[in-house]
């Protein structure tokens, strides 16, 4: 089984909580309703949509496979979300201002370790939606290039898990996430506020050996 400090994330929610997370991610701000949107802009919605399915299924086949172990699942799972994320805007967003004190080495090792780190945070989360079925509830631009998917996977004895997507076409014209909101979570929030509090008592190569002690586990 992955890690399942995820948990103790609820602490933090006071101060980035599911409201605010989901008002910056832009899953709460106000947009025209989808029969007013411009066909281009419906284009879009779908293509963000299918990003979205195509990510979660890619995921469930990665962690689910029986035919490797349980470190080889971990490993193509991880391959999966740095396929699918936009890794490089999530560390550079996650790391915030104190990216322009940095020194060229710290920066190197940052952007080495970050990817393997943030890849098995989000693998803890999708612990809870791997096989469960998905329902697209809703789907909506935020500003010029992103598109919030907002899903839920069905449980059996228990309310769905509401996730959502946010999907950003690059200039490239490739889809990728940019940050996954798990049950009102948003690991890219979270870390920013964990990673800001860690450097001012500890510094930063602290936490970048924090970074990789707990990328390792």
Do not use: C
């Not at 879009?44 to 496979?65: E, G, P, Q, S």
């Not at 612990?127 to 469960?132: D, R």
């Amino acid at each position: 089984m992955f890690m399942s400090r995820v948990r103790i994330f609820a602490a933090l929610i006071a101060a980035a909580s599911a409201a605010p997370a989901l008002a910056q991610s832009g899953a709460g701000a106000a947009e025209p309703p989808a029969e007013t949107q411009a066909p281009d802009e419906t284009g879009r919605i779908d293509d963000a949509v299918a990003f979205a399915k195509a990510m979660t299924a890619d995921a469930t086949k990665a962690l689910t496979d029986e035919t490797v172990d349980g470190a080889d699942r971990l490993r193509n799972f991880r391959a999966v979300l740095a396929d699918g994320m936009a890794l490089d805007v999530i560390g550079r967003f996650m790391i915030g201002e104190t990216r322009k004190s940095m020194s060229e080495a710290q920066l190197a090792r940052y952007e080495t370790i970050f990817p393997p780190y943030i890849t098995r945070q989000y693998a803890e989360q999708f612990e809870e939606i791997v096989g469960k079925p998905l329902e697209v509830v809703d789907a909506r631009e935020i500003g010029a290039r992103d598109v919030i998917v907002r899903t839920q996977f069905e449980r059996v004895d228990a309310a769905p898990i509401m996730v959502d997507w946010r999907v950003r076409k690059l200039r490239s014209g490739e889809h990728k996430a940019i940050d996954i909101i798990v049950s009102g979570v948003s690991i890219m929030l979270v870390k920013r506020e964990e990673f800001s509090s860690f450097i001012a008592s500890n510094g930063v190569d602290a936490l970048l050996d924090r970074l990789e002690d707990e990328a390792s586990v």
